[in-house]
Nanobody
């Protein structure tokens, strides 16, 4: 029994910021790697960011590097995605993923997925 619930999505203007959250329940959270993916209309799901179980290693796609920051709070069972300098091309449904294997998470092969939260950036 594992459930991931994303929150924090919404509508913001280009150049603004949003902070997404993903809360895990049903299983032990601390030993799992976490990742964020996004999917825009008519496009395939793409990797955004990932973080290993203790937060010591992070991974980012080139398109968000320097603008987005992934972090986690194991005590709260939550992973975050701080998104700054947002662009219209960041518009997508953002999904949270979890897996014991960090690399599997970065490759979109996570064992568990949330239902997504919509982020819309206006120009």
């Amino acid at each position: 029994q594992v459930q991931l619930v994303e929150s924090g999505g919404g509508l913001v203007q280009a150049g603004g910021s949003l902070r997404l959250s993903c809360a895990a329940s049903g299983r032990t959270f601390s030993m799992y790697a976490m990742g964020w993916f996004r999917q825009a209309p008519g496009k395939e799901r793409e990797f955004v960011a990932a973080i290993n179980w203790n937060g010591g290693s992070t991974y980012y796609s080139d398109s968000v590097k320097g603008r987005f920051t992934i972090s986690r709070d194991n005590a709260k069972g939550t992973v975050y995605l701080q998104m700054n300098s947002l662009k219209p091309e960041d518009t997508a449904v953002y999904y949270c993923s979890m897996d014991r294997n960090t690399i599997a998470t970065t490759q979109g092969r996570g064992a568990y997925w949330g239902k997504g939260t919509l982020v819309t950036i206006s120009s």
